[in-house]
T-cell receptor
Framework: DAGVTQSPTHLIKTRGQQVTLRCSPK?????VSWYQQALGQGPQFIFQ???????QRGNFPDRFSGHQFPNYSSELNVNALLLGDSALYLC?????????????FGPGTRLTVT | AQSVTQPDIHITVSEGASLELRCNYS??????LFWYVQSPGQGLQLLLK??????LVQGIKGFEAEFKRSQSSFNLRKPSVHWSDAAEYFC?????????????FGSGTRLSIRP
């Protein structure tokens, strides 16, 4: 049974560009959350998707957007990249909105903005 | 507002010594509490979690944590550390809303092991 998978593993982009990160949830899970972990810090909640809708959003600008597909996989899009967007982006999946106690994390995508 | 505080940024202990990592939380209701470990360049691995019941929780790799409601604390302990325990440790609280949920993380404690 595959866990949470994310792609790509690493990514290098230039300031001003746009990036798309992908996440496939653990089998049986229908809720996907995204977190940003800057170097030396704890993960920060970006947003959560359930039933293809954004349900909760953290303190991130509109440059950060997402999407959830009918198969429950999800994308995180970041527009107009800034140097400060360099971070490890973590995807977590759970069964239902209240499944925070069973939230599984993927290995992350390391984004470097130059 | 919900928050998690890990007062120790970096701790160094000798191999074989005991370990205690501190965590304090702020949450209005009974919290879901977690400890995660992250090795360099890796994702997050769940060590243990607390939702209700026995306030002493056993986790993987010989770790345990104790929930103390009166002190709003959830400290992580291990009786004897191994060199492989060197990593970053994150305490976290699960926040539930009417239509969503999220995990709020502390800033982490980096654990170094002295040979």
């Amino acid at each position: 049974d595959a866990g949470v998978t994310q792609s790509p593993t690493h990514l290098i982009k230039t300031r001003g560009q746009q990036v798309t990160l992908r996440c496939s949830p653990k089998s049986g899970h229908d809720t996907v959350s995204w977190y940003q972990q800057a170097l030396g810090q704890g993960p920060q909640f970006i947003f959560q998707y359930y039933e293809e809708e954004e349900r909760q959003r953290g303190n991130f600008p509109d440059r950060f957007s997402g999407h959830q597909f009918p198969n429950y996989s999800s994308e995180l899009n970041v527009n107009a990249l800034l140097l400060g967007d360099s971070a490890l982006y973590l995807c977590a999946s759970s069964g239902g909105l209240a499944g925070v106690h069973e939230q599984y994390f993927g290995p992350g995508t390391r984004l470097t903005v130059t | 507002a919900q928050s998690v505080t890990q007062p120790d940024i970096h701790i160094t202990v000798s191999e074989g010594a005991s370990l205690e990592l501190r965590c304090n939380y702020s949450y209005g209701a009974t919290p879901y509490l977690f400890w995660y470990v992250q090795s360099p360049g890796q994702g997050l691995q769940l060590l243990l979690k607390y939702f209700s019941g026995d306030t002493l929780v056993q986790g993987i790799k010989g770790f345990e944590a104790e929930f103390k409601r009166s002190q709003s604390s959830f400290n992580l302990r291990k009786p004897s550390v191994h060199w492989s325990d060197a990593a970053e440790y994150f305490c976290a609280v699960g926040a539930l809303y009417s239509s969503a949920s999220k995990i709020i993380f502390g800033s982490g404690t980096r654990l170094s092991i002295r040979p």
